[in-house]
């Protein structure tokens, strides 16, 4: 593909990333039940999937094939289509589903576009916030129309940091002694209880750093490519990028210290 077509194929996503995030935002929001419970669990009793859940990725889904029935869907809630076209979306419809059972505001919509591989657009639609982060592979991050860039680094005793914990409570268990070990070493520690908003945090300068064991791709790769295009670093232990095993993001001059400190705690394992 030549570099325009490639440019002109990056734009057709980020315009359905952010009709389908929107859309989506806007059913959740507006058409969330008074009497909303649990439909269903997951990894664990505490691991929950809600009808909007399932009600917001279809029309995701929905939207994405018919605007592009060739490309392959990975979705949270089960969507799974192995596409011909190249294009890959990553969706997790309710990123802090526990936080939109409870009526807490800190829950968004997170769509991704992977282009033969690569994270190519991430959406992370914040409707409590009614805030809009997006991102284009190579062409900076942005927040409701307004370009954004990570914090000036502080030193680590002055960072406060994001984190988040796993639904399986041994791994809990595990977060917590690395949390107790870090705590003190930094200005303070968020749990705001949604991966993506904590990586778009980070990208607007409303965290320092974060990181977390135990995300999903559909967690992070819309928030990870909105962090990285807005100047901060991302990634696991030390070489590898972000993954199951370690999600680590931060302003650059926070990263390096962070990420070594993690490594030393063993925040990727019990
Ligand atoms: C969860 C949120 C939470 C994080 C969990 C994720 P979900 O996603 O991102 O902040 O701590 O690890 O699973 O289940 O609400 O889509």
């Known amino acids: 593909m030549t570099d325009r077509t490639t440019e002109q194929l990056k734009d057709e996503l980020l315009a359905l990333a952010l009709e389908a995030a929107a859309k989506a935002g806007e059913l959740l929001r507006d058409g969330r039940p008074a009497d909303l419970g649990v439909a269903a669990t997951k990894s664990s009793s505490i691991d929950v999937v809600t009808e909007m859940d399932l009600a917001a990725e279809k029309l995701i889904t929905g939207l994405i094939a018919q605007a592009r029935p060739r490309d392959g869907i990975l979705g949270e809630e089960g969507a799974s289509v192995t596409g011909t076209s190249g294009v890959r979306w990553v969706v997790d419809p309710i990123d802090g589903t526990v936080n939109y059972l409870y009526g807490r505001p800190e829950w968004s919509v997170s769509v991704a576009a992977e282009l033969d591989g690569e994270r190519v657009v991430g959406v992370v639609e914040v409707p409590t916030r009614r805030e809009t982060s997006h991102a284009v592979l190579g062409r900076g991050a942005y927040l409701n129309g307004e370009r954004i860039a990570h914090r000036p680094s502080p030193p680590m005793a002055e960072a406060l940091i994001g984190t988040g ?71 696991s232990r030390p070489g590898e990028p972000p993954s199951y095993d370690l999600t680590v993001a931060a302003s650059p001059g926070v990263f390096g210290p962070l990420q070594r400190l993690l490594d030393e705690l063993g925040a990727w394992h019990d």
């Open 165 to 235: 914990f796993n639904y399986v409570r041994t791994v809990r268990t595990a977060q917590a002694e690395v949390a107790r070990v870090l705590l003190p070493q930094v200005r303070d520690i968020r749990r705001a209880g949604s991966a993506a908003i904590d990586l778009c945090d980070v990208a607007c300068g409303r965290l320092d750093g974060y990181y977390e064991r135990g995300l999903h791709p559909w967690d992070l790769a819309a928030g990870d490519l909105i962090a990285r295009e807005a100047g901060a670093l991302t990634g």
